[in-house]
């Protein structure tokens, strides 16, 4: 009788994987990839007086696909981000691979059309020691999944990638506003995402839907900077929250700096348009600090543009 257990399997641990995007390596360091299945509507619908309720399969969309990576070697993505941010819209093809311990492939997860729908920057801290990663969400049309693709190897460079990831850090940063020439001396900005919406249509006979990009939508930028460099900030506060300085007279230009782990270098920046101060407020203060006073401050964006000449991306 032969045995339920079946012996050659063996478990393989999830750290071993790559992500490529139009047949090339995604980046020398991918932190993490998920997602990207599909999953399909239910149709709960009562027969007639009975209890009983009849259940059936509808539509079927996919899950969207998410990945964290850092800047070194991901010159593709960037340039995706860039031309999305302009409304160049581009879709592409990838393919998610998971391989053994031994790096031999076991499922590759293939997807097709697929735009970007998120970005997502870290929060900056100039006190942080941690490397920097970018994670972004794209939306395919189509997914296919083949298990035990071939005997071949993945080609992750782990290692040595994230070796490479290094020259990006949280702490390594730079706020730019125009007429406030203090604000590089922000310690801090809070996470943000820029979004892309995507609309998906069902046609005719057809399960899966096709989708399309529609608006795209900037982030509020918070983050704090010390007492002793606000004055021109409170300034601003004073002219355009209190007093209510009409737009677009008081709105700004800026950009935030991404810096190589010595300050030498702008790695790639984002440059910000139309912006304006939302709110300025100090900082809880508490009996016997000794910490540094802050002001938090909230900036609103109309439009952002990556721009990545440091990287060679333009």
Known sequence: MPSIWNTDKTSFTAGHFELSIDGHPTTAYLKSVDGGYVKQALVDEGVGGDLHRAKHASVAEIDPIS???GIAGANNVLKWIQQSWSKEWSRRNG????ADFNLNKQIEHE??????????????????KDAAYLKVKVQPEKVITKVNPSSQ????????GQSKQKMWMCSGFRLNIQDIDEMKFANKIDSFTIKQGVKKLYVGSERYPTIEPTKIEFPHITGTIAVSYADKLFK?????VVKG???PKAQRTGSIE????????????????EVGLISLSVMQSTANSDQIKRVKFELYVGRMDLDGKGLGLD
């Open 258 to 273: 991404f810096l190589s782990t010595d300050r030498s270098k702008t790695l790639f920046e984002i440059d910000l348009y």
């Open 153 to 160: 190897k993945i080609g992750q460079a782990t290692g040595n």
């Open 236 to 240: 601003w506060y004073e002219d355009y």
């Open 245 to 247: 300085k009409r737009d």
């Open 67 to 69: 990945f964290e990576f």
């Open 111 to 128: 997807f097709y059309e697929a735009l970007i729908t998120e970005t997502t920057f870290p929060t900056l801290d100039g006190a942080s």
């Open 95 to 98: 393919v998610i691979t998971h």
